[in-house]
């Protein structure tokens, strides 16, 4: 696939996106702000992913329900552990050696969960695309992450002038 088609794919993609976020958008004033900056990052996401990994439009057809199942599993791990963590960090000094002692546990245990997803999703995302794609699958992901890290701290130094 070449390059304009390519980037009309993605502006396309984008697009579309956007369109479904505007119309979808939340009801409730409490529930706008979050869902906003929720929607915006997956939009964020789908756009720096598609190009990173260079899906083309049948790959991203097949990948994008893959993936979203992966990461809404992966975010489910993720929620389990910060409620506990959460838990603990409101009391950490209550706690004796041996609730801290599962719950350090615990934390293994849900990264042992995150480690088996991946596994069982590197399989099928091998069976939906080439292997260098798969592997731009973590480049991106690590790169997504830096790159959101970064806006954060860019907005907090643009809101302290």
Known sequence: ???ICMKSFIRSVCFIVFYILVF????TAQ???EQETEDMVKTQKIAFFTEKIGLTPSEAEK??????????????IINAWKKKFNDYQKRP???????????????????????EL??????KFKEILPIRKVM???QADYEFKAYLLQKIKNSGENSEK
Do not use: C, T
């Open 24 to 27: 979808s958008y939340p009801l």
């Open 1 to 3: 696939m070449n390059i």
């Open 136 to 138: 731009k699958i973590y």
């Open 63 to 76: 990948f994008w329900p893959v993936y979203n199942a992966y990461w809404e599993k992966k975010h489910k």
């Open 93 to 115: 000094d209550e706690l004796s050696d041996s609730q801290i002692e599962n719950l350090s546990d615990d934390y293994i245990g849900f990264e042992l969960q995150k480690a």
């Open 31 to 33: 529930e706008s702000d």
């Open 118 to 123: 991946l596994r069982e999703y590197h399989k």
